[in-house]
């Protein structure tokens, strides 16, 4: 495909789950990708399987908690590809935890990775975005931060935060020619939740709370990505996309 040809994008939270299916996305789409995550070996195998279709990447080990970190990323993305047009803020940590059981470190831990990161990575790239007066940034939310869940307030609030950061910065930017929406996912079936699939009972239990009745394909997740990457979403901004088979809406 060539939707994205001569696009330059990064996607945190890159190594597994809905941040690799994304990133393929964006590559077979044409862009070429920054990877970026804590795990290097997880990167590296991704740039392979780019290359090996005619794509391009690069794999960064970010910590998305650290400016320095982020800011390397950014640079190692300019430097590589010549500049940056899409930021996929994808990076995040989930914690079950009863709140009268959760410590103030587990806390801190989830909303600076789910919150302060999505802030980093954004700030990082605004001046090349500005300064361009174009570019996407699709902040991946989630479906629990529209509905409550226990034992899940951490990681709700700072899903929270992220839509109103959308919203925010989507107004900022609006006259800059940067379009800024999210995508709240639910319950997709990927390597990440692959040890709560062998749970046949929770699974069951999962599904059962979804409308549609079972969890979506990372592959579902990728029109809607390009969408709002692309130049048909150039008429959006400051929107949340929710994609949880109907579990939000109960």
């Given at each position: 495909?060539?939707?994205?040809?001569?696009?330059?994008?990064i996607?945190?939270?890159?190594?597994?789950?809905?941040g690799?299916?994304m990133a393929?996305?964006?590559?077979e789409?044409?862009?070429a990708v920054?990877?970026?995550?804590?795990?290097?070996?997880?990167?590296?195998?991704f740039?392979e399987?780019?290359?090996?279709?005619?794509?391009?990447a690069?794999?960064?080990?970010?910590?998305?908690?650290d400016?320095?970190?982020?800011?390397?990323?950014?640079?190692?993305?300019?430097?590589?590809?010549?500049?940056?047009?899409?930021?996929?803020?994808?990076?995040?940590?989930?914690?079950?935890t009863?709140?009268?059981e959760?410590s103030?470190?587990?806390w801190?831990?989830?909303?600076?990775?789910?919150?302060r990161?999505?802030?980093?990575?954004t700030r990082?790239v605004?001046?090349?975005?500005?300064a361009?007066?174009?570019g996407?940034?699709?902040?991946?939310?989630?479906?629990?931060?529209?509905?409550?869940?226990?034992?899940?307030?951490?990681y709700s609030?700072?899903?929270a935060?992220?839509?109103?950061?959308?919203?925010?910065?989507?107004?900022?930017?609006a006259?800059?020619?940067i379009?800024?929406?999210?995508?709240?996912?639910?319950?997709?079936a990927?390597?990440?939740?692959?040890?709560?699939?062998?749970d046949?009972e929770?699974?069951?239990?999962?599904v059962?709370?979804?409308?549609?009745k079972?969890?979506?394909?990372?592959?579902?997740l990728?029109?809607w990505?390009?969408?709002?990457?692309?130049?048909?979403s150039?008429?959006?901004?400051?929107?949340?996309?929710?994609?949880d088979?109907?579990?939000?809406?109960?």
């Amino acid at each position: 495909m060539t939707y994205l040809h001569g696009k330059v994008a990064i996607v945190t939270g890159a190594g597994r789950g809905l941040g690799r299916a994304m990133a393929h996305a964006l590559v077979e789409a044409g862009a070429a990708v920054t990877v970026a995550a804590r795990t290097g070996e997880e990167l590296d195998s991704f740039v392979e399987e780019a290359k090996a279709c005619g794509g391009r990447a690069l794999a960064c080990r970010t910590d998305i908690t650290d400016e320095d970190s982020v800011a390397r990323m950014v640079e190692a993305t300019v430097e590589t590809f010549g500049r940056v047009d899409v930021l996929v803020n994808n990076g995040g940590i989930v914690a079950s935890t009863p709140l009268a059981e959760q410590s103030a470190q587990e806390w801190d831990r989830v909303v600076a990775t789910n919150l302060r990161g999505v802030f980093l990575c954004t700030r990082a790239v605004s001046r090349h975005l500005l300064a361009q007066r174009s570019g996407k940034v699709v902040n991946i939310a989630s479906n629990f931060a529209l509905q409550g869940v226990p034992n899940h307030a951490a990681y709700s609030a700072s899903k929270a935060g992220v839509i109103a950061f959308t919203r925010s910065m989507a107004m900022e930017w609006a006259r800059d020619g940067i379009q800024v929406n999210a995508i709240a996912p639910g319950y997709f079936a990927t390597d990440l939740n692959a040890e709560m699939r062998k749970d046949e009972e929770l699974t069951s239990k999962v599904v059962r709370s979804i409308p549609l009745k079972r969890m979506g394909h990372p592959d579902e997740l990728r029109p809607w990505l390009l969408l709002l990457a692309g130049p048909a979403s150039d008429f959006v901004t400051g929107e949340v996309v929710v994609l949880d088979g109907g579990q939000s809406v109960r």
